[in-house]
């Protein structure tokens, strides 16, 4: 124990030593080593930079894709994912526009045999103007939905209520106005009871989504929208563009294999194809769209790597420089620690340490650099923001540690290996 107690000193003096010699390499010629840790610090600045991105990419996008539920199925004409025809030919867009349109028929047919689905929507996409007196909202989303949309979608409001089941089934004409829309027809006046066109129909307000803002991750825009029962939304579009599909949720413990089986199979027998001809619908997951953005973040990540490898190399050779120049100035101690009996690992030890606390200097300034940057940038941006994670610190920090031992190891070699006699003399 007591030998033990001996040595972890010995280690603790010869860190603190590297320290303090570190600090005084830095202090004696303040550009020089300004001009050496430059690259250290772009480097780290770049690859944290970029870890830091990536990850608040990636936690925006999974935000999005909970709103709708990232175990929710999409069934449309439209794949997400390029499909491969007959003669094994990528096909076309006009190829998806022969398809025909996921009907309510095709809907109520899956939603009264589905034994695998906690719930089945079907949902009508759209466009259209709202006015409200002499306000007018153009182009605005328009959401129109059977019952149980609040199983596949999340959503909350600002005011007002849901649509009841009685309103959905009977085509209502109610409204729920996404968060922009009612405050450009209604400024701050309460909203709830008045009544609105919508492409003409006219609906009464019985709700108000709470405010989304802008994401990138946002698969829709609520803040836009218009939500509408499906019978009365069908009357609203009679004349205008709209695009069916349904979005269905598996049942608690339900694999997804089984539950997508079994709605492929539930649509092929409604729509009568036999077993030799191939589907015409796609039926959509979300996890192809997290798939496809994974393979986006890692050539992200690789451009970080290398535009930061290049800085760190550059780093690399300034520490290097350094040491050298450490090892040179302080040879006749290198001599007179050696002639005591300094053994050759204990020299190694303390230069490759002290080159290490070099380069994590420039590494946290690096790492602190993307927070100051960070300030800014979540202050501007409504929908993207930086977060400097411990992570990611942790991982620049080592990353500079570890340049800062490779960087030292020749320098610090020449002091281990040099002779005493030599050495001493200078």
């Not at 030890?349 to 650099?369: D, H, K, P, R």
């Amino acid at each position: 124990m007591k030998k033990f107690v001996k040595e972890l000193r010995i280690v603790v003096g010869l860190i603190a030593e590297s320290a303090s010699f570190a600090f005084f390499s830095i202090k004696s010629d303040k550009l020089r080593t300004f001009l050496s840790l430059f690259g250290v610090t772009v480097g780290i600045f770049s690859i944290v930079a970029v870890f830091c991105a990536v990850d608040s990419l990636k936690s925006n996008i999974m935000e999005g894709v909970k709103s709708f539920g990232s175990d929710i199925v999409y069934i449309d004409r439209f794949p997400m994912t390029q499909e491969e025809g007959e003669d094994g030919e990528p096909l076309q867009w006009w190829d998806y526009l022969q398809r025909p349109e996921i009907t309510e028929e095709n809907f109520e047919y899956v939603a009264r045999n589905a034994t695998l689905a906690e719930s089945v929507v079907y949902v009508i996409l759209g466009n259209g103007n709202a006015s409200y007196r002499r306000n007018n909202y153009s182009n605005a989303f328009l959401f129109i939905t059977t019952d149980g949309l609040e199983n596949v979608m999340s959503y909350s409001l600002a005011e007002g209520r849901d649509f009841s089941q009685m309103e959905i089934r009977g085509g209502a004409n109610v409204a729920i106005l996404g968060y922009n829309v009612a405050r450009e027809l209604f400024g701050d006046s309460y909203p709830i009871g008045k009544k609105v066109k919508v492409k003409g129909g006219s609906a009464i307000v019985i709700g108000v989504l709470e405010k989304q803002g802008e994401s990138m991750a946002s698969i829709v825009n609520t803040d836009d929208a218009v939500v509408l029962p499906l019978q009365f939304g069908k009357t609203v579009l009679a004349s205008a563009w709209g695009s069916g599909m349904m979005m269905a949720a598996p049942a608690e413990g339900v694999s997804r294999e089984a539950f997508i089986d079994e709605l492929r199979l539930l649509l092929r027998s409604c729509r009568g194809l036999s077993p030799s001809e191939r589907d015409d619908f796609a039926i959509n997951e979300m996890t192809f769209l997290l798939d496809m953005l994974d393979s986006v973040f890692r050539g992200i990540s690789k451009a970080g790597w290398i535009i930061g490898a290049f800085s760190l190399i550059i780093g690399g050779f300034g520490i290097a420089n350094i040491m050298f120049v450490s090892v040179q100035e302080r040879m006749s101690q290198i001599g007179i620690q050696k002639a005591l009996g300094a053994k050759r690992y204990v020299i190694l030890t303390q230069f490759m340490v002290e080159a290490s606390f070099l380069s994590l200097a420039g590494g946290l300034v690096g790492i602190l650099l993307v927070f100051l940057i960070s300030i800014p940038v979540n202050a501007v941006s409504e929908y993207f923001t930086i977060t400097l994670s411990p992570d990611n610190a942790l991982a620049g920090m080592l990353i500079a540690v570890v340049l800062g031992i490779l960087s030292g190891l020749i320098p610090a070699w020449k002091a281990a290996t040099v002779d005493p006699v030599r050495a001493i003399n200078g």
